[in-house]
């Protein structure tokens, strides 16, 4: 079976603390997942906030794909469930000021 978790840590903005991690669940095709990794992307850079951005394919695992199913995509900021189908920017905002 493939690995399908991408982590992308270039989203470093140099501030010196411990980036937060930042957990997209997602599948091929889902234009809610692009859209929801750009939004956590922007606003991460907006607040000059180090982000630890995981994307993990849910379709590579099938415990992952039963407990998802097409509820993708799905947000976890410092370990914890944030987010359902879409991510709201200023709730995100907060989310972020206070794992950081």
Not at 38 to 55: F, Q, S
Request: aromatic share 6%; net charge negative; hydrophobic share 35%.
């Amino acid at each position: 079976m493939s690995d399908k978790t991408e982590t992308d840590r270039s989203e470093s903005t140099g501030t010196g603390a411990d980036p937060v991690p930042v957990t997209i669940y997602t599948r091929e095709d889902c234009d809610l997942c692009v859209v929801a990794r750009e939004t956590v992307e922007r606003v991460a850079a907006d607040l000059a906030v180090d982000v630890d951005l995981e994307t993990v394919d849910v379709d590579a695992d099938r415990e992952l794909a039963e407990e998802y199913g097409e509820r993708v995509p799905y947000v976890f900021v410092d370990g914890t469930p944030a987010f359902k189908y879409e991510v709201d920017e200023r709730e995100l905002r907060l989310k972020l000021l206070a794992a950081s």
